[in-house]
């Protein structure tokens, strides 16, 4: 049991750092120019006002994101089903019991905390 849970920590902890985005400053030629009509209109050229890099990187990140966390939420859902074919072989026996228990409940807390992360994420 401890092995599951250190192996799920350890998963956790390396998907996690996937989630630190790295905001890099946009160093292409752009005309800041404030009588440019490119940039005054209501639709302005992104290549031209030099906002395309941010919305690239915007959605890059947030692909990214859902990539892990619906990679978490199905591992969780996994190991909920494996917890609930332990709790089903038990056989009665009191230490397996607990143990499948115990996996399942640790499986729903993590599927808690990604959706929690997913909310948050999604929010800001």
């Known amino acids: 049991m ?9 998963l956790f902890i390396a998907l996690s750092t996937l989630s630190c985005g790295v905001y890099a400053k946009n160093n292409t030629i752009r005309i800041d120019d404030t009588n440019n009509d490119a940039c005054n209109v209501a639709n302005p050229d992104p290549l031209i006002c ?3 890099g941010e919305a690239d990187a915007n959605a890059r990140i ?11 939420g199905v591992l969780a859902v996994i190991v909920i089903v494996i917890g609930g074919v ?6 009665g026996d009191p230490a397996k019991v ?16 990604v959706l929690l ?3 948050i994420t999604t929010f800001v």
Not at 2 to 10: D, E, G, L, N, P
Not at 62 to 72: D, E, K, R, T
Not at 86 to 91: G, L, N, P, Q
């Open 2 to 10: 401890k092995k599951v849970i250190a192996i799920i920590a350890a």
């Open 117 to 119: 992360a997913f909310a």
């Open 62 to 72: 947030g692909s990214i994101l859902n990539a892990v966390y619906g990679f978490v």
């Open 98 to 113: 607990a143990r499948a228990k115990t996996t399942i409940m640790y499986a729903v807390i993590g599927l808690v905390v």
């Open 50 to 52: 030099g906002k395309k």
């Open 86 to 91: 332990m709790y089903t072989t038990s056989a």
